[in-house]
């Protein structure tokens, strides 16, 4: 119920004290279980954890004065889902409720139910020297309640929270890190070998101990659901060695946080009291070739906190023999130059120096079942000096959260089990597997790749390359789309598992609504051209100075061209103002479309005078192009361009344009790319602030948050420079393949 008139006058009676502390004395009145109030606070942390919305998220808050740990309401999931409400943020609270637990005696919290978003940063966290520091406020009654002052969530049927933005990250205290090193003395006179395991698997007694090294690693896979009953529903494949072959091991639910990230490839495990199970056939396996031993897939060694216990020792590096005959790690680097004759979906290793990263973005993971999740990506440009192209690498979320956070311009990166991709008009790259792991500059010390003999001939490489030079050819952030699109749209309409469906017109506002933060998704539009405009770009002294850079081959495109076979464009180049190109109209939709410059425009226009115009002043562009290269310097001021834009405007209407323009009910106009979605030149001084705008919205704030780094918020929508047209295309029909993101 509420009762905003008592809680009034007894707010009135409450002395200053702050805002949450005055809130939660309102709430504690027992005619006051929702009340309506003006609390204005900052965020601080947003946490998730699965329920049967399915996702719900604990918000942490302060005034300055206290910390409140609140549940935020189901209605208000979309605000997080569109990153409005985020930390490092400002918001003002306008009705909360008490909720007491029905479980459990003396818990109870905060749940906010409205509140109205500030701006894109806080006014007020700047001012707080330590936000750890500031207590925790609880009710009074309360204070012994585990779930407000520990990093659990608020709803006591869960343990852990997952991370914000997707599943395969570890997040929390839960998870153990280091690696914490057994010196005892072994008994490794009674163990057994893995290939005696499959004999142990088929008969009753107990399998002895093993002494294994790890020579692969999966990421982590959540695989929890809401009603299942089990409290860290997480799994984590691993594949160990002795001298007898290889087998896959799995670790299992509670094990996962206190053992995944201590154990690492090249870690030498005692195991005992574990189970044997049959291998899951559907899984993926990395490729072993190289390694040249046996491999086991009939079964798998299974690692559970119970029936059985398993008991697992980590052994240090010191007290590992020789005698013991476990086998080293192998890799298969793959130099830049051999990457063209590696067959499709074949597994490599690649180390390169970053020249481009970009920012992360997420996309729906595919044929899932359960709760809606996202994978998170990046693409990057590497490059190792065996050839003048570049490394193209789709490098997926590994769950090493800080690792991937962190890639940046000019550090060595190390991407293990990365599959080749092939796409007929584009060049190679390589995209991440279950079991990649990557590692950057700061992480390679003590793996076990360091002593490869690739890797030492790449590190003599990059010491022949001085740091100015390479930074001139660097970028960060923005999105990258590739492979390129296709100039000819060939899917067949009539499929409906299509990589990029199909969607009607009607539907695409609809579409858009439903992206989610930084959520990438690919789409096709049939309509009716019926008004096409095009403009003259106006060249200026800084457009010519970058097109003479554009021939540097380590810097990547915010968006591909067609035809390119290798880079299209530099970082400078798409951070300069972007100008109308061309506005569009498909069969009740007005799009304005904004793109660097157009070389190429081609439509079957009805009208032939049109067209002839047209294609005159292409070639009037392309002549001064040609004057401009030549060395002349008396290039149009943009502001005398602009000022004579008109006179280089032509345009062509469909005759039934008039009669369609009165149909239209909803104009879609967010043409043009937002800033976050343009790449930009690294530089060393600008690390942190560049990280931060291409990285995803942190979970918890921290001091070291730029205030110069606004949040990516907001809709964008890009269509290419050129249109890619369904094979069946008549005079004015198309199909234009365009992306979408909410930023």
């Known amino acids: 119920m509420e009762d905003n008139s008592s809680c009034s006058s007894a707010g009135t009676a409450l002395s200053e004290a702050s805002f949450l502390q005055r809130t939660l004395e309102r709430l504690s009145s027992t005619q006051c279980l929702k009340v309506s109030t003006e609390a204005p606070v900052a965020v601080i942390a947003l946490q998730r954890y699965l329920s049967e919305q399915p996702d719900s998220y604990d918000v942490t808050v302060t005034d300055g004065v206290w910390r409140a740990k609140c549940s935020v309401h189901p209605a208000l999931n979309h605000l997080v889902h569109s990153n409005t409400l985020r930390t490092g943020t400002d918001v003002s609270i306008t009705q909360c409720s008490f909720v007491y637990s029905e479980r459990r005696l003396g818990h109870g919290y905060i749940c906010i139910e409205k509140l109205r978003c500030g701006g894109e940063r806080s006014a007020l966290l700047p001012r707080i020297q330590d936000v750890a520091s500031l207590p925790m406020l609880v009710k009074q009654g309360m204070e012994r309640s585990v779930e407000l002052q520990s990093d659990v969530p608020l709803q006591v049927s869960r343990k852990h929270y997952l991370s914000l933005w997707n599943n395969e990250d570890p997040e929390g205290?839960?998870?153990?890190?280091?690696?914490?090193?057994?010196?005892?003395?072994?008994?490794?006179?009674?163990?057994?070998?893995?290939?005696?395991?499959?004999?142990?698997?088929r008969n009753t007694w107990k399998p002895l101990p093993l002494l294994v090294k790890i020579i692969h690693k999966s990421r982590l896979r959540y695989y929890g659901k809401f009603g299942l009953k089990i409290d860290y529903p997480f799994q984590a494949y691993f594949e160990v060695a002795d001298q007898s072959g290889t087998m896959s091991l799995v670790l299992w639910n509670e094990l996962c946080p206190e053992f995944y990230q201590k154990l690492s490839v090249g870690t030498v495990l005692y195991i005992q009291n574990y189970s044997l199970k049959r291998s899951y056939s559907n899984r993926s396996h990395p490729q072993m070739d190289h390694h040249q031993m046996k491999t086991f897939h009939s079964v798998e060694i299974c690692l559970n906190a119970r029936n059985p216990t398993s008991v697992v020792t980590v052994v240090s590096a010191k007290s590992v023999l020789p005698q013991w005959g476990l086998p080293e790690v192998s890799y298969l680097f793959t130099t830049r130059l051999q990457l063209?004759?590696?067959?499709?979906?074949?597994?490599?290793?690649?180390?390169?120096?970053?020249?481009?990263?970009?920012?992360?973005?997420?996309?729906?993971?595919?044929?899932?079942?359960?709760?809606?999740?996202?994978?998170?990506?990046?693409?990057?440009?590497?490059?190792?000096?065996?050839?003048?192209?570049?490394?193209?690498?789709?490098?997926?979320?590994?769950?090493?959260?800080?690792?991937?956070?962190?890639?940046?311009?000019?550090?060595?990166?190390?991407?293990?089990?990365?599959?080749?991709?092939?796409?007929?008009?584009?060049?190679?790259?390589?995209t991440s597997s279950c079991e990649t792991e990557t590692f950057i500059t700061g992480y390679h010390k003590g793996q076990p790749y360091v002593s490869d003999p690739r890797v030492k001939t790449f590190i003599q490489w990059t010491k022949t390359l001085t740091d100015n030079v390479v930074l001139q050819k660097t970028s960060v952030g923005g999105h990258y789309c590739y492979p390129c699109p296709p100039q000819t749209f060939t899917q067949s309409m009539a499929d409906a598992s299509a990589q990029v469906p199909l969607v009607a017109a009607a539907d695409l506002k609809k579409e858009m609504e439903t992206l989610q933060y930084r959520e990438h998704r690919k789409v096709a539009i049939q309509g009716q051209i019926a008004a096409v405009r095009y403009t003259k770009h106006p060249k200026s002294t800084e457009s010519r100075g970058t097109e003479e850079r554009e021939q540097v081959p380590d810097v990547a495109p915010d968006v591909c061209e067609p035809n390119t076979q290798d880079h299209p464009s530099t970082a400078e180049q798409t951070t300069a103002p972007i100008s109308t190109a061309e506005k569009i109209s498909v069969r009740g939709i007005k799009r304005r479309i904004q793109t660097r410059k157009v070389k190429k425009f081609s439509l079957n226009l009805r009208s032939m005078a049109a067209k002839r115009r047209l294609l005159e002043i292409e070639a009037e562009e392309e002549q001064e192009e040609e004057e401009s290269d030549s060395g002349s310097e008396d290039a149009p001021n943009v502001a005398d361009s602009q000022q004579n834009q008109d006179s280089d405007v032509i345009s062509w209407e469909s005759s039934s344009w008039p009669k369609q323009k009165q149909e239209v009910s909803e104009y879609l106009c967010e043409g043009g790319l937002h800033q976050d979605s343009v790449s930009r030149r690294f530089t060393l001084d600008e690390k942190d602030v560049l990280l931060q705008r291409s990285n995803l919205q942190p979970t918890h704030w921290t001091p070291e948050q730029s205030a110069d780094t606004p949040p990516s918020c907001g809709l964008s929508w890009v269509l290419p420079s050129y249109n890619t047209r369904h094979k069946q295309t008549d005079g004015h029909r198309c199909c234009i393949f365009a992306r979408c993101e909410l930023r």
């Open 173 to 201: 205290d839960i998870w153990t890190s280091g690696s914490p090193s057994s010196h005892t003395v072994l008994d490794v006179s009674n163990i057994t070998l893995l290939s005696s395991l499959e004999l142990c698997f």
């Open 340 to 430: 063209d004759e590696l067959s499709n979906n074949s597994a490599c290793d690649v180390i390169c120096l970053v020249t481009f990263v970009g920012r992360v973005e997420r996309v729906k993971s595919k044929g899932n079942k359960g709760p809606e999740k996202f994978w998170t990506y990046r693409w990057i440009h590497a490059v190792d000096g065996s050839s003048d192209r570049p490394f193209i690498l789709e490098v997926f979320s590994s769950s090493q959260p800080e690792v991937f956070r962190r890639i940046c311009p000019m550090t060595y990166l190390v991407c293990t089990q990365m599959r080749v991709c092939r796409v007929e008009g584009s060049l190679p790259y390589l």
